[in-house]
């Protein structure tokens, strides 16, 4: 790595070289692409403050990836106001990790228009939420103040404006942010490449009475937010005892961990527990379940802070599938491990959670 450039993604170009000290203007149309040597790598990972925020597979390498079009996206980190924190890129090329680069960065408010404004952008409101189901699209109900929804893996958030288009829309969660929708239908989550709605994983977990909050923004101009406040419960456990005529939740069980290579979207081995395996940033894990085909499977590890919830689809893996291609997506945590981490698998078929498999798995230098 050898130098750092802020990018308008808007247009696509470099706004300016980015060395150590800079201080940008906090805007929501920035990213930052580092230029390697050589040009070509096999990814770079992207730290602000510390924290992991993307790693990129291709050039040009970009704090927050392409889009199908190759147009930069814009990175939430760069839009809000930060003091002297740090930069880092680290490439990848041949399964090593290569030299670092880091600067120290700090980012300022923009500086505030005249008071005399020319002619001003129309109002805009949130005046909305719908909670939605992203398995069939469709909406479950209006979400208004006090609701408690049911925590499940395959629910979103749609808010609805006015206008009915607007530039963007920001969506926050108990004052988190969680993500800015571009387009039309404004979701919490997105939609993927087939115009699908996306789940969004905060809400497949269990919260007691938070905000959830959406800003709309139209001619560059915050418009009027929209907010409640909601709650979630964990579903309720089915029936232990059913009646004579209803058959008993059939059991359901983890039976197998497979190392995979995502290139092919082969198995690559078996992994048994205590097993030492060698990988590369294009391996995975999938499990082989009894019966083949359940509700979902859950993926934790108690030695890196690692949850993968909700895996619904066959085969079940650890890191999930391109909702555009159904391929692997590469699990980047097994590339860079060089201790032994324990991973658990647990099965659920008819709300009811199976034998789980547990393995110690070793990663080879």
């Known amino acids: 790595m050898n130098k750092f450039f802020l990018v308008d993604t808007t247009t696509g170009s470099d706004i300016q070289e980015l060395i150590d000290g800079n201080t940008i203007i906090a805007l929501p149309n920035l990213s930052v692409r580092a230029e390697t040597d050589p040009s070509t790598v096999e990814y770079v990972e992207f730290y602000v403050g510390g924290t992991h925020i ?5 050039s040009p390498y970009s704090m927050g990836d392409e889009d199908g079009g190759g147009n930069y996206n814009p990175v939430a980190q760069l839009a809000s106001q930060f003091s002297s924190v740090t930069l880092e890129a680290i490439p990848f090329l041949g399964g090593v990790q290569g030299t670092s680069y880091s600067i120290q960065l700090s980012a300022e408010e923009p500086t505030a228009v005249p008071t005399t404004p020319s ?15 992203t398995t069939t699209g469709g909406d479950i109900q209006e979400l208004t103040g006090g609701n408690t929804i049911i925590a499940l893996p395959n ?24 993500f800015t929708d ?3 239908p404004y979701s919490m989550g997105d939609e993927d490449g087939g115009g699908n709605y996306n789940p969004v994983a905060q809400l497949a977990s269990q919260f007691s009475s938070v905000t959830l909050e959406a800003i709309p923004f139209l001619g560059g101009v915050q418009g009027t937010s929209y907010s409640i406040q909601l709650s979630a419960e964990e579903p309720t456990p089915a029936p232990t005892t059913p009646s004579p005529t209803t058959a008993p939740p059939s ?12 290139t092919t979207g082969n198995d690559i081995q078996e992994v048994p527990d205590n097993t030492a395996i060698t990988v590369s940033p294009t391996s995975t894990l999938r499990v082989e379940t009894d019966p083949s085909t359940l509700d979902f499977v859950d993926f934790a590890s108690a030695d890196i802070p690692y949850e993968h919830s909700g895996e619904t689809a066959t085969p079940y893996s650890i890191a999930g599938k391109d909702a555009g291609t159904g391929n692997y997506n590469p699990w980047s945590f097994l590339a860079v491990q060089s201790n032994s981490v324990w991973i658990t698998a647990t099965p659920y078929s008819g709300g009811v959670a ?3 498999l547990t393995v110690k798995i070793k990663v080879k230098d």
């Open 354 to 356: 199976g034998t789980p």
């Open 155 to 178: 629910l979103s958030v749609r808010a609805e404006t006015d206008p009915s288009t607007v530039e963007y829309v920001e969506f926050y969660l108990g004052g988190a942010y969680v």
């Open 251 to 262: 059991s359901s069980s983890v039976i197998k961990f497979f190392l995979v290579d995502t």
């Open 182 to 184: 571009y387009s039309s």
């Open 119 to 133: 002619p001003t952008a129309p109002p805009s409101f949130v005046n909305k939420f719908f909670l939605v189901d």
């Open 54 to 58: 993307f790693t990129d597979y291709s």
